[in-house]
């Protein structure tokens, strides 16, 4: 079982940054691909970002590509998305997820944390 927590999110406006961390309980935290999602009301739940198991690759939505930056510290169980520049289109709840089975859009989901909003202003 792993239990994610966000935190980090809140309101900024457009232009601005947040990083946003998830932390993990998990025995072995670096067997898992990690990834952030985010949903906007009335919208679906998209993939954002997502790392492999020892942070050497990186995957980003086009929406997000040179704004956004995930990373990961195995010794702390941690996994951020720096956000940069943004929009309000970005206005959201973000989600941390693990996965335990491939990684970026294609990979197996199991374990998702619960959510931190994230409002950018105009």
């Known amino acids: 079982q792993v239990k994610l927590v966000e935190s980090g999110g809140g309101l900024v406006q457009a232009g601005g940054s947040l990083r946003l961390s998830c932390a993990a309980s998990?025995?072995?935290?670096?067997?898992?691909?990690m990834g952030w999602f985010r949903q906007a009301p009335g919208k679906e739940r998209e993939f954002v970002a997502g790392?492999?198991?020892?942070?050497?690759?990186?995957y980003y939505t086009n929406s997000v590509k040179g704004r956004f930056t995930i990373s990961r510290d195995n010794a702390k169980n941690t996994v951020y998305l720096q956000m940069t520049s943004l929009k309000p289109e970005d206005t959201a709840v973000y989600y941390c997820?693990?996965?335990?089975?491939?990684?970026?859009?294609?990979?197996?989901?199991?374990?998702w944390g619960q959510g931190t909003q994230v409002t950018v202003s105009s």
């Open positions: 997820a693990a996965s335990e089975r491939g990684w970026g859009p294609l990979g197996s989901y199991n374990y």
């Open positions: 998990a025995r072995s935290f670096s067997s898992y691909a």
């Open positions: 790392i492999s198991w020892g942070g050497d690759s990186t």
